[in-house]
């Protein structure tokens, strides 16, 4: 059974940055990786993904410019860079494993694995 575990969340002023990591207990060569958040009271949305042996990431609109994705196959980790936060990218933050990277969607239904999840609290 793959695992993943997420790390890194935390609270933060707007404007301020966070790094996620999220470990997989398993070679990352043959999964994509999916950054997926969640507010209270709205659907999960995915935000960024990457696959473990392509270099053509993904990031929902929102996040372009702000957010980097990012991947260390000899740890078996993949990173999501937050920069320039805002109120609105406040969520639980979860990792989540597939077999397949779209370059234009990020489905939750199409990723198996799920990690429990990380906090981000982006706040005045």
């Known amino acids: 059974q793959l695992q993943l575990v997420e790390s890194g969340g935390g609270v933060v002023q707007p404007g301020g940055s966070l790094r996620l990591s999220c470990k997989v207990s398993?070679?990352?060569?043959?999964?994509?990786i999916g950054w997926f958040r969640q507010a209270p009271g709205k659907e999960r949305e995915g935000v960024s993904s990457i696959h473990g042996s392509q270099d053509t990431p993904y990031y929902t609109d929102s996040v372009k410019g702000r957010f980097t994705i990012s991947r260390d196959n000899a740890n078996n980790a993949v990173y999501l860079q937050m920069n320039a936060l805002e109120l609105q990218d406040t969520a639980t933050y979860y990792c989540?494993?597939?077999?397949?990277?779209?370059?234009?969607?990020?489905?939750?239904?199409?990723?198996?694995?799920w990690g429990q999840g990380t906090q981000v609290t982006v706040s005045s």
């Open positions: 398993t070679s990352l060569d043959m999964y994509c």
């Open positions: 989540a494993a597939g077999f397949v990277c779209s370059a234009s969607a990020l489905p939750a239904g199409a990723f198996t694995y």
